[in-house]
T-cell receptor
């Protein structure tokens, strides 16, 4: 069973536009992480946001966390063709070390 | 430094056979995790090691699955009497609570196909 749900399941935009993906979860968490996956293989860690943080930036990435709504968003600004991938949110809820992943958002950047 | 490595990258086997999948974590990482990812899904947790011991094996689907980490470094995931439903990408991750608390770094995965 998976705790997280990503929305939308698929997103297609033009290069240069901003992409926003959302993630919702069910239980209280320690941290929420976003990962990128190309071609169904290894996951690349993008950013970790802790439960007491509300916003975090890393380059063209901006992540927000709203623990009252149990949701997070990932914004990629000025998208590039190389950003085409699947994006997953993952939570580690209190008392556990394992990550619980959503089903992911498939992002396609059209040149 | 080197990332998490997994071997083999691809494994094709027949139903009923035994397979072993290997994971080499990042040097110095004490925590090691195994996940399984089916097509179109997010990864699902299998087992977590802290050092040599399995701290949480609640994700192992049944007793055909077993994992070891005898020296607290390399880990092997073992699957007995494989079934077609075991076909998936098996991902390994490691983390160091001291160096980069709670961030899990993933390997490239092993794609297992059971015919």
């Amino acid at each position: 069973s998976q705790q997280g749900e990503e929305d939308p399941q698929a997103l297609s935009i033009q290069e240069g536009e901003n992409a926003t993906m959302n993630c919702s979860y069910k239980t209280s968490i320690n941290n929420l992480q976003w990962y990128r996956q190309n071609s169904g293989r290894g996951l690349v860690h993008l950013i970790l946001i802790r439960s007491n943080e509300r916003e975090k930036h890393s380059g063209r990435l901006r992540v927000t966390l709203d623990t009252s709504k149990k949701s997070s968003s990932l914004l990629i600004t000025a998208s590039r063709a190389a950003d085409t991938a699947s994006y997953f949110c993952a939570t580690d809820f209190q008392g556990a070390q394992k990550l619980v992943f959503g089903q992911g958002t498939r992002l396609t950047i059209n040149p | 430094g080197a990332g998490v490595s997994q071997t083999p990258s691809n494994k094709v086997t027949e139903k009923g056979k035994y397979v072993e999948l290997r994971c080499d974590p990042i040097s110095g990482h004490t925590a090691l995790y195994w996940y399984r990812q089916s097509l179109g899904q997010g990864p699902e947790f299998l087992i977590y090691f802290q050092g040599t011991g399995a701290a949480d094996d609640s994700g192992l689907p049944n007793d055909r699955f077993f994992a070891v980490r005898p020296e607290g470094s390399v880990s092997t995931l073992k699957i007995q009497r494989t079934e077609r439903g075991d076909s998936a990408v098996y991902l390994c991750a490691s983390s160091s609570r001291r160096l980069a608390r709670d961030t899990q770094y993933f390997g490239p995965g092993t794609r297992l196909t059971v015919l």
